[in-house]
């Protein structure tokens, strides 16, 4: 099992809808989850960070089920520039800050 | 703020060629990440370093090397270039507290032919 499963997509939705992706992961000793959002050919920026149960920021919310391993990210009210991909990572139990990513979930929001 | 600045932005290599991929941050970070990027996949970490004259092994690190003499910079060195190396190269760093935000540099794309 890979250490952080992400569904890759696409998801096509149309603008003002309501899109949630989860990620899941292996590693039970994982402490910090991160949402990244890539442009294409473009770097990741921080979308998110969460440490506890979830956060939540304007039309995105992410939730993280510790039981069960997963970590959601809901995007209320899709806008055409929330066409992107996004990646999920964590931190595991080590203090060096090594971050495991997903392969992505491709997102297309159209007209 | 420049942030993390990464060298050359694209690069083309011969098989059996060698080359140094330049990363340098203006934040202080103690944090230091390389990350390669194939098409339509996720980040794996290469290598990292927890401060000047520490680094350490990622996930994929045969056929890279890396050194950090400064806490500025941090450069990955490949020799021999083979073709299973064209990616797109991600530089990352993050702050004291390694659960922090990474912040990515904008990548150097290579192809190895």
């Known amino acids: 099992r890979k250490e952080v499963e992400q569904d890759p997509g696409p998801f096509n939705v149309p603008e003002g809808a309501t899109v949630a992706f989860n990620c899941t992961y292996s590693?039970?000793?994982?402490?910090?989850f991160f949402w990244y959002r890539q442009d294409c050919r473009k770097e990741p920026k921080l979308l998110m960070s969460?440490?506890?149960s979830g956060n939540e920021d304007g039309r995105f919310t992410a939730q993280l089920n510790r039981a069960s391993q997963y970590i959601s990210l809901l995007i209320r009210d899709s806008k055409l520039s929330d066409s992107a991909t996004y990646l999920c990572?964590?931190?595991?139990?080590?203090?060096?800050?090594?971050?495991?990513f997903g392969q992505g979930t491709i997102l297309t929001v159209h007209p | 703020n420049a942030g993390v600045t990464q060298t050359p932005k694209f690069r083309i290599l011969k098989i059996g060629q060698s080359m140094t991929l330049q990363c340098t941050q203006d934040?202080?970070?103690?944090?230091m990440y390389w990350y390669r990027q194939d098409p339509g996949m996720g980040l794996k970490l290469i290598y990292y370093?927890?401060?000047?004259?520490?680094?350490d092994k990622g996930e994929v690190p045969n056929g890279y090397n890396v050194s950090r003499s400064t806490t500025e910079d941090f450069p990955l060195r490949l020799e021999l270039a083979a073709p299973s190396q064209t990616s797109v190269y991600f530089c990352?760093?993050?702050?004291?507290?390694?659960?922090?935000?990474?912040?990515f540099g904008p990548g150097t794309r290579l192809l190895v032919l």
């Open positions: 590693n039970s000793a994982s402490q910090s």
């Open positions: 969460v440490y506890s």
């Open positions: 990572g964590n931190a595991g139990g080590t203090s060096y800050g090594k971050l495991t």
């Open positions: 990352a760093s993050s702050s004291i507290n390694p659960q922090e935000t990474q912040y």
């Open positions: 934040m202080n970070h103690n944090y």
């Open positions: 370093s927890v401060g000047a004259g520490i680094t």
